[in-house]
């Protein structure tokens, strides 16, 4: 299926490969993990440098504040809507690559 397609793709939160669509965006498996994490167990989280720690995979672990802030300002959200709808993807390649969606609602977290 064109599910495939976007394997290539990359986090938008941390570089790693992304493995499917998680809270609104498409993002790696990790990054699903800690934004989930975050919210359920209703995480506080302090920056001890000035609040702009670089993320990527290999440091994404470092400072877990820094990581769900850049998890917000990418746009992760909680909101799981049901749609259906077509996402245009330019891969590292350079090919324009067309998605149809359909987004299963996120279970509701406790």
Excluded at 3 to 8: A, C, D, H, T, V
Excluded at 95 to 107: V, W
Aim: glycine residues 10%; charged residues 25%.
């Amino acid at each position: 299926g064109a599910s495939g397609f976007y394997l290539e793709e990359l986090c938008p939160v941390c570089g790693d490969k992304v493995s499917g669509y998680h809270y609104g965006l498409l993002t790696c498996e990790s990054c699903k993990g800690f934004f989930k994490r975050t919210v359920q167990n209703n995480k506080r989280y302090t920056c001890i440098e000035n609040q702009n720690c670089q993320i990527d995979k290999t440091q994404r672990k470092r400072c877990p504040y820094c990581r769900f802030q850049k998890c917000l300002s990418v746009g992760m959200k909680l909101e799981g809507k049901k749609w259906s709808g077509v996402l245009y993807i330019i891969s590292r390649f350079g090919f324009f690559i067309l998605l149809t969606i359909r987004q299963k609602t996120e279970k509701q977290i406790k």
